[in-house]
């Protein structure tokens, strides 16, 4: 891994066609743009583990009772009043 120390307004080059520019540094937090080629994907890597994360569990295999126990458990924290019943307006007949 390389560690580089960049200013504010500073840059890097990655490649031939990927530069990182520091636009600002405030506390704790850098701004940082990016130019890159639009087939290149840049992405935040808290993004990429959730999106792994993600495709993990949706991989795994419950039982389908284990599935309604788990709907069941959010359905019953849905109380609340009952939607009153629809009446409709009668029709005169001539």
Same mark, same amino acid.
């Given at each position: 891994? !390389?560690? !580089? +120390?960049?200013?504010?307004?500073?840059?890097?080059?990655?490649? *031939?066609?990927?530069?990182?520019?520091?636009?600002?540094?405030?506390?704790?937090?850098?701004?940082?743009?990016?130019?890159?080629? *639009?087939?290149?994907?840049?992405?935040?890597?808290?993004?990429?583990? =959730?999106? =792994? =994360?993600?495709?993990?569990? &949706?991989?795994?295999?419950?039982?389908?009772?284990? !599935?309604?126990? !788990?709907?069941?458990?959010?359905?019953?924290?849905? *109380?609340?009043? &009952?939607?009153?019943? +629809?009446?409709?307006? +009668?029709?005169?007949?001539?």
């Amino acid at each position: 891994m !390389l560690i !580089l +120390q960049r200013k504010a307004g500073e840059s890097l080059v990655i490649g *031939e066609d990927i530069t990182v520019r520091v636009v600002s540094v405030d506390g704790t937090r850098v701004r940082l743009a990016i130019s890159a080629p *639009e087939d290149v994907s840049i992405l935040r890597s808290e993004l990429v583990t =959730a999106t =792994a =994360a993600n495709r993990d569990s &949706a991989m795994e295999e419950s039982a389908p009772a284990e !599935l309604l126990g !788990l709907l069941g458990g959010v359905l019953d924290k849905r *109380e609340g009043p &009952a939607c009153p019943p +629809q009446t409709h307006p +009668q029709r005169k007949e001539d």
